[in-house]
């Protein structure tokens, strides 16, 4: 099983994704941001450097790979709290992860004002 945590940033996705790897037997978590760092050091002096991995391919091609491949390994749960706003970006990735069977999309919401509270606070 495969479970990505999506929502505003600061609603809580990582939190909720530590809790459940808690509470799930065998879970783990899986995250993109690794995969945006390895590419980051990559291209750090290349012309294609990114601004935001989200954007290169190779990001979203590598974390639909990644989390696949730990979900094999492990046997899953396989839990992802990461951001996804451009809806073709969230396909790309989320259709090999469709196909690896056990795909579960689920998007965190959090009041604005409790938001606001998170942002003001850091």
């Known amino acids: 099983m495969i479970v990505w945590l999506n929502g505003p940033f600061g ?3 990582t939190t909720l994704a530590a809790g459940l790897c808690r509470a799930v037997p065998g879970a783990t978590v899986a995250d993109p941001e690794a995969v945006g760092d390895l590419l980051r050091s990559a291209l750090a002096r290349h012309a294609l450097r990114p601004r935001d991995y ?6 979203r ?6 989390v696949v491949a730990l979900t094999r390994h492990t046997g899953g749960p396989v839990i992802v709290p990461m951001t996804v706003l451009h809806p073709a970006y969230a396909e790309e990735i989320f259709t090999p992860l469709r196909q690896a069977g056990g ?3 689920l998007v965190v919401h959090i009041h604005p004002a409790a938001l606001q509270e ?5």
């Open 54 to 59: 989200q954007n290169l391919p190779p990001w």
């Open 11 to 13: 609603s809580g996705k």
């Open 118 to 122: 998170r942002i003001e606070a850091s």
């Open 61 to 66: 091609q590598m974390t639909g790979a990644f």
């Open 103 to 105: 795909f579960h999309h």
